[in-house]
């Protein structure tokens, strides 16, 4: 279930400027509708991964609540990436915006892509780059506020003024337009659409993080589904299914690189492995406080996951009170945490963050949170 000023400073300056120059090779060198978008690691360096979880931006927007809550979020990421970054060999490499960004179903204006630039400002203003995947908000149906009705009967027409030339709209922002605006918009985004044919959804793509010493050399493959929601079913379909096993065993036919995975609502393996009451080994975490809310039905993606030595890890979100990391078979099952301060649950705020290392190869995880805090640390791989 389940969102500022800071960034309208920092994303006119010199230094993003130069950031983005830096990064454009990187979302330019080749064809965005094909497997090969690659991040470099850099030489003698971890890399680093944050995940940005149900930030729900845009929640109850015609409010004074709404927006504070947009701040709250912001200052969220902004404390994790800076926590993260406390000298030049330990910066973050990558950001992952693991679905729910924006609130679709309380947002009254024609393009929710104005609150989706706003979720992803703190990352883009620090020159990091991003991927992003879709939750089952992001494209929601608008649903009218009871409260618009009650006074004489007639529909009070409330918009958030985000500027002077936005009209109100209840036609909602499509994914298909929400992932053409970040992609034409950001030249550190590495967001696809994916394949056209491929449904549910729109965020199906692969990323492969390359050794800076070795520069054919993958070290890490990064996949990323749209595990529907919104206008489409919560689930992952055969169709993604069959997507991942060819193009996983085209690009990797040995499994030899490792592979990570990342959607939006956990699959019902999630359920299998949830622990019932307090989090104990092999599980680590430190939230157990809601059942899993599992997609609508499993097509087949976990099966074939489990028979991929290569796959290490799936990464969700959906579930504000879980944080967890259980084994399934030969690979881990995770949830994110809560990020952003939309959506249920007032539990305390904060990212997972994944490191990945050369040599000797090495997945580990932790939790950082928003006081700088750190715990829930696990060894992936």
Same mark, same amino acid.
């Given at each position: 279930?389940?969102?500022?000023?800071?960034?309208?400073?920092?994303?006119?300056?010199?230094?993003?400027?130069?950031?983005?120059?830096?990064?454009?090779?990187?979302?330019?060198?080749?064809?965005r509708h094909t497997p090969e978008n690659h991040i470099r690691t850099r030489v003698g360096a971890p890399f680093k991964?944050?995940?940005?979880? =149900?930030?729900?931006?845009?929640?109850?927007?015609?409010?004074?609540?709404?927006?504070?809550?947009?701040?709250?979020?912001?200052?969220?990421?902004?404390?994790?990436?800076?926590?993260?970054?406390?000298?030049?060999t330990y910066l973050t490499d990558f950001v992952v915006y693991l679905g729910d960004v924006v609130t679709a179903n309380?947002?009254?204006?024609?393009?929710?892509?104005?609150?989706?630039?706003?979720?992803?400002?703190?990352?883009?203003?620090?020159?990091?780059?991003?991927?992003?995947? +879709?939750?089952?908000?992001?494209?929601?149906?608008?649903?009218?506020?009871?409260?618009?009705?009650?006074?004489?009967?007639?529909?009070?027409?409330?918009?958030?003024?985000?500027?002077?030339?936005?009209?109100?709209?209840?036609?909602?922002?499509?994914?298909?337009?929400?992932?053409?605006?970040?992609?034409?918009?950001?030249?550190?985004?590495?967001?696809?659409?994916?394949?056209? =044919?491929?449904?549910?959804?729109?965020?199906?793509?692969?990323?492969?993080?390359?050794?800076?010493?070795?520069?054919?050399?993958?070290?890490?493959?990064?996949?990323?589904?749209?595990?529907?929601?919104?206008?489409?079913?919560?689930?992952?379909?055969?169709?993604?299914?069959?997507?991942?096993?060819?193009?996983?065993?085209?690009?990797?036919?040995?499994?030899?690189?490792?592979?990570?995975?990342?959607?939006?609502?956990?699959?019902?393996?999630?359920?299998?492995?949830?622990?019932?009451?307090?989090?104990?080994?092999?599980?680590?975490?430190?939230?157990?406080?809601?059942?899993?809310?599992?997609?609508?039905?499993?097509?087949?993606?976990?099966?074939?996951?489990?028979?991929?030595?290569?796959?290490?890890?799936?990464?969700?979100?959906?579930?504000?009170?879980?944080?967890?990391?259980?084994?399934?078979?030969?690979?881990?099952?995770?949830?994110?945490?809560?990020?952003?301060?939309?959506?249920?649950?007032?539990?305390?705020?904060?990212?997972?963050?994944?490191?990945?290392?050369?040599?000797? +190869?090495?997945?580990?995880?932790?939790?950082?949170?928003?006081?700088?805090?750190?715990?829930?640390?696990?060894?992936?791989?």
């Amino acid at each position: 279930m389940p969102t500022s000023s800071y960034f309208t400073i920092l994303s006119n300056s010199c230094l993003v400027l130069l950031f983005q120059a830096f990064f454009i090779s990187i979302a330019a060198s080749s064809d965005r509708h094909t497997p090969e978008n690659h991040i470099r690691t850099r030489v003698g360096a971890p890399f680093k991964v944050a995940l940005f979880a =149900d930030l729900h931006f845009g929640e109850n927007a015609w409010t004074d609540w709404g927006p504070k809550q947009d701040v709250n979020s912001i200052n969220v990421m902004s404390s994790v990436l800076d926590t993260e970054t406390p000298e030049a060999t330990y910066l973050t490499d990558f950001v992952v915006y693991l679905g729910d960004v924006v609130t679709a179903n309380n947002i009254p204006i024609a393009n929710a892509s104005l609150y989706w630039d706003q979720a992803i400002s703190p990352t883009r203003s620090r020159g990091i780059p991003w991927a992003s995947v +879709f939750g089952n908000h992001d494209d929601a149906p608008f649903e009218w506020p009871m409260e618009w009705f009650a006074a004489s009967g007639i529909p009070q027409l409330v918009c958030p003024v985000l500027n002077s030339g936005e009209e109100c709209s209840f036609r909602g922002t499509s994914r298909l337009e929400l992932m053409k605006n970040e992609m034409d918009n950001n030249v550190l985004s590495l967001s696809k659409s994916g394949p056209q =044919d491929l449904w549910p959804g729109i965020s199906n793509y692969v990323l492969q993080v390359l050794s800076k010493e070795k520069p054919h050399t993958p070290l890490v493959y990064l996949y990323f589904l749209d595990s529907g929601g919104g206008t489409y079913p919560e689930v992952i379909s055969t169709a993604q299914a069959d997507w991942f096993k060819h193009i996983s065993e085209e690009i990797n036919p040995d499994s030899r690189v490792p592979e990570l995975i990342f959607w939006h609502i956990p699959s019902k393996a999630y359920k299998k492995v949830a622990p019932k009451f307090r989090i104990h080994k092999p599980c680590v975490g430190s939230i157990n406080k809601e059942k899993v809310a599992a997609q609508e039905a499993e097509m087949g993606i976990m099966k074939i996951l489990v028979k991929r030595p290569s796959v290490k890890a799936v990464f969700v979100g959906h579930n504000h009170g879980l944080d967890w990391c259980c084994p399934y078979g030969q690979l881990w099952l995770c949830f994110a945490r809560h990020t952003g301060y939309g959506g249920y649950g007032n539990w305390a705020r904060g990212s997972r963050i994944l490191e990945i290392n050369e040599r000797p +190869f090495s997945i580990s995880s932790w939790i950082r949170m928003e006081d700088g805090s750190v715990h829930s640390e696990v060894i992936l791989s």
